[in-house]
């Protein structure tokens, strides 16, 4: 299984330890693989020195398999679903385009379904337009009531759960990797700056 590119985690869950070789995209003689980030101000960045998609850039030069990366973070604060749904974006530009959506979708509670299409909607363009989407799933996030610090707008995080099962189904129904940062997250609430964007630490383990 290893020699495939993936390293077991927990039961049901697998891990790409070999990206490059299993995904199939590699540099082509000294181009870096370009990757697109999307998303919201957890992607954008809030309270950190960093974002996630910076962070990315820096640990996937010490990678085996991965190497130099020319990473674009495009992500806009309090966006959900609907908003990427309904950008046009000339994706074939880049190897890989990947997403974290569905943070403000559980905030304004868009009906599931909806968000659920939107999503397998932005997945076919990205595959449609020759680029790999690589979908991650959105982290935990409590509220001010719970911790007594942070954003007090931050809310309905019992009905995220929800949500990550319909884009789980999502990302199968279209054949889209799956990145689970809630694997290296965990119920860590300290990675959080205010309750809902990941400091730092939060951002390395995005």
């Known amino acids: 299984i290893q020699q495939a590119g993936f390293t077991t985690i927990t039961a049901g ?11 199939r995209k590699t540099p082509k003689g000294s181009r870096s ?3 697109l980030c ?35 973070n495009i992500a806009v604060g309090g966006t959900g679903a609907a908003y990427w749904g309904n950008q046009v974006i000339d994706y074939s530009q880049y190897d890989y385009v990947m997403m ?5 979708d559980v905030q304004g509670l ?26 991650g799933i959105f ?3 409590t509220t001010k009531a719970n911790s007594g610090i942070g954003d007090p707008f931050a809310q309905n995080n019992q009905l995220a759960a929800r949500y990550r099962s319909e884009l789980k189904s999502r990302c199968a129904i279209t054949g889209a990797v799956v990145a689970n ?8 609430m300290g990675r959080m700056a205010d309750n809902i964007h990941p400091d730092d630490q939060g951002c390395i383990a995005i």
Not at 100 to 104: C, D, K, L
Not at 117 to 129: A, R
Request: proline residues 7%.
């Open 13 to 23: 869950e697998v891990q790409i330890s070999k990206p490059a070789r299993y995904l």
């Open 33 to 35: 693989l370009k990757v």
């Open 38 to 72: 999307i998303g919201d101000s957890q992607t954008f960045g809030v309270g950190t020195t960093k974002t996630w998609p910076d962070y990315l850039q820096v640990l996937a030069s010490n990678t085996h398999g991965l190497g130099d990366l020319d990473v674009t």
């Open 100 to 104: 974290m959506i569905g943070t403000n």
């Open 110 to 135: 868009t009906p599931i379904i909806t968000y659920g299409n939107y999503m397998q909607n932005i997945i076919t363009d990205v595959k449609t337009q020759g680029a790999i989407p690589i979908v």
């Open 139 to 141: 982290p935990l996030w």
């Open 181 to 188: 940062p809630l694997g290296y997250f965990g119920n860590n």
